[in-house]
DNA sequence: AAAAGGAATTGAACGTTGTTTAAAACTTGG
DNA sequence: CCAAGTTTTAAACAACGTTCAATTCCTTTT
């Protein structure tokens, strides 16, 4: 049995997260299970419940560190440099985001590939997570837009940070079919962003114009 | 014990997937265990395993029923009409979109939010059927490229879909923050719409004229 | 008609899962 | 040092996918 005094509460809490988060990197959503984690910090099963409600309340902490880890790469520097262009910046982001999917795969289905009961999801903190991930590309899209037109860029980030998830989620759950040759998911999300970005200017014109 | 001159081979394939389909759609996929089908058309857990070869593979064939589904929505004359111009028509198709993955949930989530293992999707005649659902979209982009484009027409078509994919997924998963009010994923698929294919015809202008 | 052969069906079993709960083990305060 | 209060545990429950030997059934042959 383990000791009482081996963990305080936080510290053991924070264990079954770190040891959650292992698993899942090592094979996905299948290799987290309540005795699984729990053989392999020394405690018992029940323990975890002693912790976290239930075992989507756990997968519920995971994705949100998942939503951190992503925060910080579509925030970073790299995708939004005052040097480049916001187009370029828009790029690297798509990019980067990508390149999440594909290294981080296990963490990344698990956040979009796993079905859990909405009112799990529907939790406050967790949705504020979510929605700082639009902020970057709000960001980058500033320049197109005037002061008076804050609800139409918000709309432009969600619709473009959505059909570029579309198009990375359609490319890793193989259910988007190539073109030909090495067309793949990231050219198209270039094509995309040169396109919506093109398109948008116009529209604004038009809609303001008359 | 379960006569088996009760249905032929075929006839009892296809009650199993009749009756697998009926569970997704009154309770999704958790409602749909070997068991509780088996129950339900009075046959033994094991009867199934000898018609389908496993519980995945099941699943795979209630999605195709369901691709079909979307195929024949998505190539309805309400989203071809050669009387409406080529934007109405898909934002007619990104609405019917939208409806069938409200209206028919279970399934569209067994789809789209189930992860099966990788080597499952790959079969063929599943890839066949994605693939299909390309061709409605393809064809309203026509008149938007000329007959030397014909590869970065394919790519726009998956591009849009995807991208009215993702919005789609994101508010049904509750992962799209709104913009505000009445602001959803429909009005959002709209503005894409307009913005992106303004775009494309000035891209493809810049590309092809420099 | 009876027996034989082949195929479909079955119940039971295995190992797994999430979750609950009474009892045991532990820590702490008086 | 004992009593009170927590934490941990083992065991149990119900359900899951899946396998398999045994049974049952149908067809064919004799």
Redo the contacts with the bound molecule.
């Keep these: ?7 305080s ?1 936080e510290e ?1 809490q924070t264990l079954i997260l770190d040891t959650a988060w292992t698993l899942v990197g090592q094979g996905g959503t299948e290799t ?5 984690l ?1 053989s392999k910090i ?10 976290f ?5 756990l997968i519920l902490r995971v994705n949100g560190r998942t939503l951190d880890e992503l925060f910080a790469v579509l925030n970073s520097p790299a995708c939004n440099d005052p040097a480049h262009s916001p187009v370029q910046n828009m790029k690297k982001m798509a990019a980067l985001y990508m390149e999440f999917a594909k290294t981080r795969a296990p963490y990344w289905l698990m956040l979009f590939n796993t079905a859990l009961p909405p009112e799990r999801t529907e939790i406050t903190w967790y949705q504020e997570k979510i929605d700082l991930l639009f902020a970057p590309l709000e960001t980058q899209l500033t320049s197109f837009f005037t002061a008076g037109q804050e609800k139409r860029k918000k709309m432009a980030a969600r619709i473009l940070w959505s059909s570029i998830h579309g198009l990375c989620f359609l490319e890793e759950t193989d259910k988007l079919p190539l073109v030909s040759g090495k067309i793949g998911a990231l050219d198209m999300a270039n094509y995309l962003i040169e396109s919506f970005v093109s398109g948008v200017v116009i529209v604004n014109k038009l809609k303001s114009g008359g």
């Design positions: 049995m383990a000791r009482r005094s081996d963990h509460r053991l987290l299970s309540a005795r699984k729990a020394g405690y018992a099963a029940g323990t975890i419940y002693n912790h409600d239930s075992m989507d309340d």
